[in-house]
């Protein structure tokens, strides 16, 4: 049987360098697809170290439908990951009009060309879209909340333009993977996440604390109604997360999707502190991590976990890594980095 091809949108940045690795070890064709914006080629040249040969890569813009209609005419493309989008929470608050024209523009010219296509969508939603939720954890059933930035409002709303479209067009289906806090990176510490400037998300934040790029982390808030009095959160190892896309597109490419749109929530099912991450982080890493506690961070919930469990009966997917294994392997990621930096000084 001849293999099937997978386009991959935002697949030179973090998150997509991971799937493009894992679809390709399953047997996938992948064409990635990325205009740049927020990455460069370090994680591309990763994924073609770590897989032997270079996958195709096109430079474009989504935002370009001729662009878009271009790309399926030239590749025989069976199903689509959409990545490209931006992901700024502050920045989408200073600059919301950047956000809706570039996350929904891409978004609606690709699911015009792949409904013409009849090639199915996986779209890259996120747990903000259920906001400060009523009980823990949440399930897909559980109500989304009106959303607290822009960004999160793109995902709300992408998700929607997504579902509504799978309604009206039979030639379309799409899944939705709401993915928890992706953090670590692969154990060839080959590709991993790649912030510019200072990060916003804790895992870099500590990483480059630990290597001396950041002073001090900051811990945003220590009076929160939790055990510790810090925020809870579920972070899910990145190559785990990359491994629920194979069984996502399996599913859609094998024709084994029950509905025209599912939703799987991508999750350990672990709620753990800002407070126990830095110190499973101090102690698996054998080093001490110069840390302060700060005032909460606007627009942070207390505590978000998933449950997952919806993924493991439909998708035959679940989180394996450890806490432990993914926050060694996001320092390995960050010493690489710096070693590479000091070999171009
Ligand atoms: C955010 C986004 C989420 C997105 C995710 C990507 C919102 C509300 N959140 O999640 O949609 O999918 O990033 O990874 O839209 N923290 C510190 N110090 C720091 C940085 C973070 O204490 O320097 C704390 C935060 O207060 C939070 C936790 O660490 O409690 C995780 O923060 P972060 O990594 O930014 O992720 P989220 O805000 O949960």
């Known amino acids: 049987m001849s293999k099937k091809t997978v386009l991959v949108s935002g697949g030179a940045g973090f998150i997509g360098s ?83 024209r570039n996350n929904l ?8 060309v792949a409904r013409e296509k009849g090639c199915n969508v996986l779209f890259s ?40 479209s799978v309604a009206a067009y039979p030639s379309l289906k799409g899944i939705a993977l709401r993915y928890f806090n992706p953090i670590g990176a692969h154990p060839s510490a080959l590709i991993g996440e790649l912030p510019r400037g200072v990060p916003n998300n804790l895992v870099p934040f500590i990483t480059q604390t630990a290597i001396g790029k950041r002073e001090c982390l900051s811990i945003f808030g220590n009076d929160y109604p939790t055990p510790d009095g810090t925020c809870l959160r579920d972070y899910i190892d990145i190559v785990d997360l990359a491994r629920a896309h194979v069984c996502a597109v399996r599913r859609m490419l094998d024709g084994e999707m029950e509905e025209p749109y599912e939703i799987y929530n991508i999750g350990t099912g672990r709620p753990l502190s800002v407070l126990e991450l830095v110190t499973t982080f101090e102690k698996v890493n054998n080093l001490k991590l110069n840390y302060k506690y700060a005032p909460r961070r606007d627009g942070d919930v207390v505590a978000i976990w998933a449950d997952p469990s919806l993924a493991l009966t439909k998708l035959g997917w679940k989180a394996e890594r450890s806490t432990e294994e993914t926050l060694a392997s996001a320092w390995a990621w960050e010493k690489r980095l710096a070693e590479a930096a000091k070999m171009t000084e």
């Open 18 to 100: 991971h799937v493009t690795v894992e679809l390709s070890q399953a047997g996938y064709d992948v064409v990635i697809a990325d205009n740049f914006s927020n990455c460069d080629m370090t994680c591309y040249d990763g994924v073609c170290q770590i897989l032997g040969f270079k996958p195709a890569l096109v430079e474009m813009d989504f935002c370009d439908k001729a662009a878009v209609a271009d790309l399926f005419e030239r590749y025989p493309i069976d199903a689509v990951i959409h990545f490209a989008a931006y992901k700024a929470v502050g920045e989408s608050v200073a600059d919301p009009l950047k956000y809706y």
């Open 105 to 112: 523009a891409s978004f609606v010219n690709l699911l015009e």
């Open 125 to 164: 939603s996120s747990a903000t879209v259920y906001g400060e939720a009523d009980s823990l954890p949440v399930t897909e059933q559980s109500p989304r909340k009106s959303a607290t930035s822009p960004y999160g409002n793109t995902k709300q709303m992408c998700e929607d333009i997504l579902r509504d």
